[in-house]
């Protein structure tokens, strides 16, 4: 086939495969059967509260630039590339979600990253550590796989050898002289998302004895109880697979939730692994329109290796609470049907928490089963609404009836009826704590999401990169990619500026050598200032530009004063919910407040029966 046909076959075929999806964005929102009105009962308390949160989405904006970093992305799949406050701050508000109530234990329901690279996973792990307590995190979709859709089956593996492409992407600041940061292991795939997690945990014997890292490589299988029966994480069982199968890898975890005083029963979360995305599961899913990640499967393994904690607890009368990334409608039929055979050994009301969605809801499922689900769907930290939630949960014993309480958080005057009260609250608690106004600082983040919006390229141009193989489609990837670095440095400087003394840890910083001792002000006009005219001036510029952001990003977490953490917070949100209030609702991934209302978005509590 000649090279021209060769490249119109190429739009073809990438016109195919995107049709499904584009179509399936443009579908219309049908709200999810909620639980009816509460209809009371003598509800014992079983549980004290624990954090509930989702869908942090840690990303790694520095690395070599693929579609995440060009804004076009954003005309494909909104807030593919967010704001920039988000890379820089997005993570300070899980650490204020998670420090807001420091004695619960916690529980991440997944998408921990964004890009799953290294980076984003030690930046990540500090948050985690420095809550000094008991928690767990399930595997999302963005935990192990790129970009949350792709996996490197092996049709992925002749493309592209080795994953380059995906360890570049994850190369924050890196320049050509980078030996610390252009290594081919800055990418975590699945296999080692899970070895990370278990050496994290291992590492805190006194927390988690007699619990092993993981080795290296290989596959590995983990069947670890905690000595304690009272401790949040009581048992683990894991399997780790090696090679181009890494997405079959699992790691389910029994959590036991703190009792209640006066409590009748014990509460068990079975925290599920629902990212299992083998080879044919992807291509099957890609066939249907769904990219890898979207759908979640839990294959028979891991339901054979967690059967024995769901028939124990049914001996003991413990009430079993199911758990996972992905939301229950968002389940392959498979796993759907796997899940309902496992939970028949319950004779108790049914209750799955989830994450996924971004949007948050209370579903009432009963389909495949002879008695209801009740579905609690948390939302994100990553996009609008911004919120996590307590949960606790009561049982009515003459009723056989579950009540499942979940406050909204951050925690207003009175319960949240509407987006305004939810973004009232975010802004009394972190904004005014920073001690700046708050109209000040949305003014500098309405600017910064406008000029973000504006820079955003063609998607025909993005389209056509994908396909084509030439140098103006490069320079046009890296124009996109220049004008996000901007946008960060320009967040930074403002940071600088407003910090001062509270911001001690930036005045220490060692600048690189081409900043020929200027200050990093007069660093970052001078790289602002720079008219590239080639693709080989773009490159050089990028590099140096994404070394200044990631330099100074880094240390923001060493920042610990309460007034700058909470300037970060703040801005973090504010630019969240500009950005969300720009987008229309037919773009907005089902979110509008309209459609979260339908599906009970601001409820606190439901309760479930056996019919």
């Given at each position: 086939?000649?090279?021209?046909q060769?490249?119109?076959h ?13 179509l ?5 929102f ?5 639980p ?60 204020w979600?998670?420090?807001?109530h420091?004695?619960?234990p916690?529980l ?26 008991a ?14 859709i ?9 493309r592209?050898?080795?994953a380059r ?7 924050r ?11 081919e ?13 278990l ?8 927390l ?9 490589a290989g ?7 905690h ?14 697979v ?10 389910a975890?029994?959590l ?12 068990i979360?079975?925290g ?24 979640g ?10 059967s ?12 079993v ?6 939301n229950w ?20 009301p049914l ?15 009963r ?24 949960i606790?949960?009561?049982?009515d ?14 925690q ?35 600017a ?16 056509w ?5 030439c ?24 940071l600088?500026?407003?910090?001062g003394?509270?911001?001690?840890e ?18 970052i ?34 920042i ?6 909470a ?10 919910k ?17 459609n ?16």
């Amino acid at each position: 086939m000649p090279l021209g046909q060769r490249a119109t076959h190429r739009r073809a075929t990438l016109a195919a495969a995107l049709l499904p999806v584009v179509l399936a964005g443009c579908a219309g929102f049908t709200p999810q059967p909620g639980p009816g009105p509460e209809p009371g009962g003598r509800y014992v308390t079983l549980t004290r509260p624990i954090t509930a949160i989702g869908d942090t989405q840690e990303h790694e904006s520095t690395g070599y630039p693929l579609h995440d970093n060009d804004s076009a992305v954003d005309a494909y799949v909104e807030v593919a590339q967010r704001p920039p406050e988000q890379p820089l701050f997005g993570r300070r508000m899980m650490e204020w979600a998670l420090q807001a109530h420091r004695d619960e234990p916690w529980l991440h329901l997944g998408d921990v990253m964004d890009l799953s690279c290294r980076s984003e996973a030690q930046r990540m792990t500090r948050i985690f550590r420095a809550t000094g307590r008991a928690g767990a995190i399930l595997p999302g979709n963005h935990d192990g796989l790129m970009f949350g859709i792709y996996r490197y089956d092996i049709f992925s593996v002749l493309r592209d050898p080795g994953a380059r492409k995906w360890h570049a992407a994850c190369r924050r600041g890196a320049a050509a002289e980078d030996a610390q940061h252009r290594t081919e292991v800055e990418a975590l795939s699945k296999r080692d998302f899970i070895a990370l997690y278990l050496a994290e945990y291992a590492s805190v014997r006194q927390l988690m004895p007699a619990l092993e890292v993981p080795p290296r490589a290989g596959d590995y299988r983990v069947s670890w109880r905690h000595p304690d029966p009272e401790f949040f994480v009581s048992a683990i069982e894991a399997n780790l697979v090696e090679g181009t199968g890494y997405a079959d890898s699992f790691i389910a975890q029994r959590l036991k939730l703190p009792r209640a005083p006066g409590a009748t029963r014990d509460v068990i979360v079975i925290g599920l692994d629902t990212n299992q995305s083998g080879p044919l599961v992807s291509t099957f899913d890609t066939l249907r329109g769904y990219s890898p990640g979207s759908m979640g499967h839990v294959h028979p393994e891991q339901i054979g290796a967690i059967s024995h904690w769901v028939v124990q607890a049914a001996r003991r009368g413990d009430i079993v609470v199911f758990a996972g990334h992905h939301n229950w409608q968002s389940l392959g039929l498979p796993t759907r049907i796997r899940l309902r055979e496992l939970m028949d050994n319950l004779d108790h009301p049914l209750v799955y928490l989830s994450a996924h969605t971004h949007r948050g809801f209370w579903a009432m499922h009963r389909a495949l089963g002879g008695r209801p689900l009740l579905e609690l769907n948390v939302s994100s930290l990553s996009d609008w609404p911004i919120a996590w939630r307590r949960i606790s949960f009561g049982y009515d014993e003459q009723a056989n009836r579950l009540l499942v309480r979940a406050e909204l958080m951050p925690q207003g005057r009175s319960p949240h009826a509407s987006d305004a009260d939810l973004l009232a609250a975010w802004q009394k608690e972190v904004c005014e704590t920073s001690g700046f106004p708050t109209d000040y600082l949305r003014s500098l983040d309405s600017a910064a999401v406008a000029r973000q919006r504006a820079s955003r390229g063609s998607l025909i141009d993005w389209l056509w990169e994908e396909v084509a193989d030439c140098e103006s489609c490069e320079l046009e990837r890296y124009r996109h990619a220049q004008a996000y670095q901007d946008q960060m440095l320009t967040t930074l400087q403002q940071l600088r500026l407003h910090l001062g003394p509270d911001a001690a840890e930036l005045r220490s910083l060692k600048l690189p050598p081409w900043c020929r001792q200027q200050s990093d002000f007069d660093c970052i006009n001078g790289l602002l200032a720079e008219q590239p005219t080639n693709i080989a001036e773009h490159r050089a510029l990028f590099r140096r530009k994404a070394q200044m952001v990631d330099l100074l990003g880094s240390q923001l977490d060493d920042i610990e004063e309460q007034r700058a953490k909470a300037y970060m917070t703040c801005r973090a949100v504010l630019a969240t919910k500009i950005d969300f209030d720009a987008t229309p609702d037919d773009r907005n991934a089902n979110r509008s407040e309209a459609n979260r209302r339908a599906e009970q978005f601001f409820r606190v509590e439901a309760s479930v029966g056996i019919d």
